[in-house]
């Protein structure tokens, strides 16, 4: 079955660091650029970060930029998200997706709840 | 990296259509042809309906469509249904980033 599951959520303190993993399966996930997505409760949908096939190209939004590191592991199928010096307003599902056509992602992960107590 | 304008709401009667508009800039909408659209219903993960501005990813109906002109984006529900209520988000490429839009909640009167 093509699937994306996350895992790695929970509670942390702010300023406390957590990171966030992404299995894919059921498809040749070293081809294809990955997005983490996030999305604050009751809130709309916010693009955090991506990743290139090869690991030559990383991108963030302002917002975590410094903070957090996105990786992968083309021989794991796994995708990464390390976060640091977390704050109350990185509270949010975080989101996996799969850029299987252009700029768009097609094949999303269930989410998996980050909550950052103060 | 600011988020692109939707109506935060929208409505029709089943088999009516709406049409949900996107506004961004030149450096992101206007700019490039990678425009997609996003269904999310409550407590699920999105799911794609558009890209590339007006093509349907495979199972996806034909009642979805998607057009642009300049910095605007436009998704079109044709023939609602109930399924269809739901909230909807415009998606661009803008070079080093992406940036999702603030969201539109669709309601079925």
């Known amino acids: 079955e093509v699937q994306l599951v996350e895992s790695g959520g929970g509670v942390v303190q702010a300023g406390g660091s957590l990171r966030l993993s992404c299995a894919a399966s059921?498809?040749?996930?070293?081809?294809?650029?990955m997005h983490w997505v996030r999305q604050a409760p009751g809130k709309g949908l916010v693009w955090v970060s991506r990743?290139?096939?090869?690991?030559?190209?990383?991108d963030y939004a302002d917002s975590v930029k410094g903070r957090f590191t996105i990786s992968r592991d083309n021989a794991k199928n796994t995708l990464y998200l390390q976060m640091n010096s977390l704050r109350a307003d990185d509270t949010a599902v975080y989101y996996c997706?799969?850029?299987?056509?252009?700029?768009?992602?097609?094949?999303w992960g269930q989410g998996t709840l980050v909550t950052v107590s103060p | 990296q600011s988020a692109l304008t939707q109506p935060p709401s929208a409505s029709g009667s089943p088999g009516q259509s709406v049409t949900i508009s996107c506004t961004g800039t030149?450096?992101?909408?206007?700019?490039?042809?990678?425009v997609s659209w996003y269904q999310q219903h409550p407590g699920k993960a999105p799911k794609l309906i558009i890209y590339?501005?007006?093509k349907r990813p495979s199972g996806v109906p034909d009642r979805f469509s998607g057009s642009k002109s300049g910095n605007t984006a436009s998704l079109t529900v044709s023939g609602l249904q109930a399924e269809d209520e739901a909230d909807y988000y415009c998606?661009?490429?803008?070079?080093?980033?992406?940036?999702f839009g603030t969201g539109t909640r669709v309601a079925i009167l």
């Open positions: 030149s450096s992101d909408v206007g700019g490039y042809n990678f």
């Open positions: 997706a799969r850029a299987g056509v252009p700029a768009a992602n097609d094949l």
């Open positions: 990743i290139n096939s090869d690991v030559t190209t990383t």
């Open positions: 059921g498809f040749t996930f070293s081809t294809f650029w």
């Open positions: 590339e501005v007006n």
């Open positions: 998606y661009s490429y803008a070079g080093r980033n992406n940036v």
